[in-house]
């Protein structure tokens, strides 16, 4: 049976718009002439010519980045020191790797303005459009208006977010791995410091991320062609890469459908 691949993943390049400026991240890239070994390393002083091929030793680049730069998983750990209800929170390189690998959801939430946010309500009503009941360890993808605006200078500003309620619908049937196109799970912070300001309810404050205290999970984040994907009947790989203590993790996020 054939399969069809799609990247759900952003591009890591200095010119993206995908952070803010202060996050962005930074990367030099070395010709194979400009890595010539230089003084302690191996085949020191041989000419770029007498390399195989005749074109120097080897490319390389050199990337500064945050953890959370790029499409990255989030781990526990991230949105709070503690999960499920006062356990230590684990970091990226403790998430269990069939979290990671399994069937992929999709719930279509384009339609919500800038700034909304996600209820429990809201996500039983899509899937019960989509024709969906949940299972344990399915991957939850939320395609945002987000997914049209990256490289844009306000992408950290577009998309809706996912609440509390949210969160908890999805991680009480037993999600462990949900995702998001835009910049972030929750809200985008312009609209939730609005709320904040307006209520003095500091609890609005990352609320999805900080649901992971009574029921633990992770989040993708900046994923990308949501677009692509059908509702269900297909596949999510997103193992991240394995940072000793870290609170997120790289990752190549890809859907796997199987065609007739």
């Not at 230089?38 to 074109?55: K, M, R, T, V």
């Not at 303005?113 to 019960?128: A, C, F, I, N, S």
């Not at 003095?200 to 992770?218: F, M, N, P, Q, V």
């Not at 949501?226 to 997103?238: H, K, Q, Y």
């Amino acid at each position: 049976m054939p399969r069809r691949f799609v990247d759900l993943s952003i591009i890591l390049d200095n010119d993206t718009i995908a952070d803010p400026d202060f996050m962005r991240p930074k990367i030099s890239y070395m010709t194979h002439h400009e890595t010539l070994p230089g003084e302690g390393q191996p085949f020191h002083g041989i000419p770029a010519e007498a390399y195989p091929g005749g074109d120097g030793y080897a490319a390389a680049e050199w990337v500064t980045l945050n953890t959370h730069n790029g499409t990255h998983l989030d781990a526990p750990y991230h949105f709070h020191p503690t999960m499920d209800g006062g356990e230590r929170a684990i970091t990226i390189d403790e998430v269990p790797l069939e979290w990671c690998f399994g069937n992929g959801v999709k719930l279509d939430f384009r339609h919500f303005p800038d700034g909304y946010v996600v209820t429990g309500q809201d996500v039983e009503d899509e899937l019960k459009r989509i024709g969906y009941t949940l299972q344990p360890l399915d991957i939850v993808l939320v395609n945002t208006a987000a997914g049209g605006a990256l490289g844009q200078p306000n992408f950290v500003d577009v998309g809706c977010g996912m609440g509390y309620d949210a969160t908890i619908y999805l991680t009480s049937r037993g999600v462990k791995v949900t995702g998001t196109d835009a910049w972030s799970w929750d809200a985008p912070f312009v609209y939730t410091a609005e709320r904040v300001a307006a209520t003095g309810d500091t609890s609005l404050i990352w609320e999805g991320h900080k649901a992971s205290r009574d029921i633990s999970y992770c989040h993708l984040e900046k994923l990308h062609n949501l677009e692509a994907l059908p509702p269900f009947g297909f596949t999510v790989s997103c193992f991240p890469h394995k940072i000793k203590g870290a609170s997120a993790g790289w990752t190549r996020a890809v859907a796997i459908i199987e065609e007739n």
